[in-house]
């Protein structure tokens, strides 16, 4: 029966040998730089005009269309250039909500109905975690430069044109403003 006990304890030495040698866990790990690089997206090959009343506006944009492709979205993006942005492609028409929490640039949040007319432009600040939300339905999103829906022009209304929106929205798309 000694010997059992012994093979036991010599067991159970082994088993935390080997656990303090090994790494630390995964959520210590994590907090390292893999963690805080920017998804980058491809760039559509189509550019995303929204119509306004001063004429056409033009973007080059990403498009996060997955549920792990809008959940990083432009976090860790410590710039991009003034004429591009990410377009959120969601698969119905639902409410909708994002924040700021890992995102050091300040963002315009265009949210855009499916139909492609803009809902209501909403500012995003830095790392908030308050929420961002139209209060309405939104089948889109697209994420700006903060200032840029201004400077453009772009409105409650304006019209986003692009094969995405028309491809999953309801196929309604103009181009007047």
Not at 73 to 94: A, I, K, N, W, Y
Not at 135 to 163: C, F, M, Q, S, W
């Amino acid at each position: 029966m000694t010997a059992r006990r012994w093979s036991s304890v010599a067991g159970a030495l082994a088993w935390l040998a080997v656990l303090v040698s090994a790494p630390p866990p995964s959520f210590a790990q994590n907090s390292g730089d893999a963690v805080q690089q920017p998804m980058l997206l491809p760039v559509d090959p189509e550019p995303l005009v929204i119509a306004t009343k001063a004429g056409p506006r033009s973007f080059t944009i990403e498009v996060a269309a997955d549920a792990s492709e809008r959940a990083a979205g432009l976090m860790h993006r410590q710039s991009m250039p003034d004429d591009r942005g990410m377009l959120f492609v969601f698969e119905e028409t639902r409410p909708v909500s994002f924040w700021m929490k890992n995102t050091p640039m300040p963002l315009d949040l265009v949210f855009i109905a499916e139909n492609g007319r803009i809902e209501v432009v909403l500012p995003g600040e830095p790392y908030s975690i308050a929420p961002i939300s139209p209060g309405k339905p939104a089948r889109y999103v697209l994420e700006l430069k903060a200032g840029t829906a201004e400077r453009e022009g772009i409105a409650e209304g304006d019209v986003v044109n692009h094969p995405r929106v028309t491809a999953s929205g309801s196929g309604q798309s103009s181009s007047g403003g």
